[in-house]
């Protein structure tokens, strides 16, 4: 294919859709080339606004900000604004918490959905948080379950059978960046009938999740990734519409009741994704969450997952032009089962991160030898891919024969 070209990466950039989106992103420090999305996003310029207007709302009104500047519904709103994003159906989506405590209530409410089935099938490789969490859902069941940990990712769906209750699925794989097919799992569980909770973390704003045509029951991801909702930003929670009244809520606070002004002592669910609340939601995290949701107002998803796809095989691409001894794809060459960053291995991987940075280079490190890049089809434009090749290159001289 040959060495890629600043023209050839200009030229792309000029017939870029979602070019203008870029332009909503300041840079970050002078000279530095960040290709850390699966870490965490960039800043949009909205996010300062937003900041400005929470602290200048809360100054004014106090506690009238809670009814004046609709900061309680932040959740469902914000929830309606990323389903498109993760093609979830419209009140299918409520935006709280962290991951991690979504993934507890979305494990727990599928458990209680099949309270004669004891077990949790997951991959052995999963998160390791999402283990920590799967295990304890499953001991809090009733019937006393278990997690049952699957070593090899492709054996998931042999793996669930009639004792499976739910089958958790990393969607993608947070060192190779596999990507699951989901629409194949959940066909496979739902032939057990088993749900399926799915934690789409390293997916959500950069390639296609499609929760709906596929049939996900639950699903959990981050928001401070490639949907750039800054550091600690709330997460999300799915829960499929045929599953919103029967799932009860395992923290049912104050945030899920029909009424939550009226102090009710006795708790009656919200209708809707507004049930699965528990408290009182984190309005300066909403504010940058939304500024960065709105970016996605003119952006078609398909166009922003096609650009992921033609980014990523861009940094394929250069990095298997370099000389050896070079970094080996770990990551799926075919885009379909590729998450939302491309992995390599190198012997030396963290060392190797490391000397990134001398190059102004931020990539990420996984132990043991996995080096990540990480692409936004929103900030990043063709030409930081071309800048990467040569910075790569000036790492890798040329050995003389």
């Not at 989506?93 to 959905?113: E, F, I």
């Not at 052995?124 to 799967?134: I, Q, S």
């Not at 997916?203 to 499609?210: D, L, M, N, P, R």
């Not at 939302?340 to 030396?348: A, K, N, T, Y």
């Amino acid at each position: 294919m040959g060495s890629l070209s600043r023209a050839e990466c200009e030229g792309l950039d000029a017939r870029d859709p979602l070019a203008a989106v870029a332009d909503e992103f300041p840079p970050g420090d002078p000279g530095w080339l960040y290709f850390d999305a699966n870490s965490i996003g960039a800043m949009p310029i909205a996010a300062h606004r937003a900041l400005g207007r929470v602290a200048d709302e809360w100054r004014r009104l106090r506690r009238r900000g809670w009814s004046d500047a609709d900061w309680l519904d932040g959740p469902v709103r914000l929830g309606n604004k990323l389903a498109p994003i993760l093609g979830a159906e419209p009140g299918s989506v409520v935006v709280c918490d962290s991951t991690s405590v979504n993934l507890y209530k979305a494990l727990r409410m599928a458990m209680t959905l099949r309270p004669e089935r004891e077990n949790i099938v997951a991959e052995a490789g999963a998160f390791p948080t999402d283990l920590y969490v799967a295990e304890a859902a499953a001991r809090d069941q009733l019937a006393g379950g278990s997690l049952m940990r699957v070593e090899d990712a492709n054996a998931l769906a042999e793996r669930i059978d009639r004792d499976t209750a739910v089958a958790l699925v990393t969607h993608t794989d947070y060192r190779t960046s596999y990507r699951h097919d989901l629409a194949s799992l959940v066909r496979r569980a739902h032939t057990h009938d088993a749900l399926v909770v799915c934690d789409a973390s390293h997916s959500a704003g950069a390639v296609e999740v499609g929760l709906a045509a596929a049939g996900v029951d639950f699903a959990v991801g981050c928001g401070y990734k490639y949907l750039c909702g800054g550091p600690g930003a709330p997460a999300w929670l799915y829960v499929a519409p045929r599953h919103q009244a029967q799932a009860e809520s395992v923290i049912p606070g104050w945030m899920g009741h029909a009424e939550p002004m009226a102090m009710d002592p006795h708790y009656t669910p919200a209708e809707g994704a507004r049930r699965h609340l528990a408290g009182t939601p984190s309005v300066a995290g909403n504010a940058l969450m939304e500024s960065a949701l709105d970016l996605w107002r003119d952006v078609e998803p398909q166009a922003a997952f096609a650009k992921h796809k033609a980014l990523s095989d861009l940094v394929i691409r250069v990095v298997e032009d370099l000389p050896s001894p070079r970094p080996m794809l770990a990551a799926p060459r075919d885009p379909a089962r590729r998450g939302g960053f491309v992995s390599f291995r190198h012997r030396e991987a963290e060392i190797y991160v490391r000397a990134l940075e001398t190059a102004k280079i931020v990539a990420s490190y996984r132990a043991p030898d996995i080096v990540r890049f990480g692409v936004s089809p929103l900030y990043h434009r063709y030409v930081d891919v071309w800048t990467l090749g040569e910075r790569l290159r000036s790492l890798h001289p040329e050995r003389s024969q």
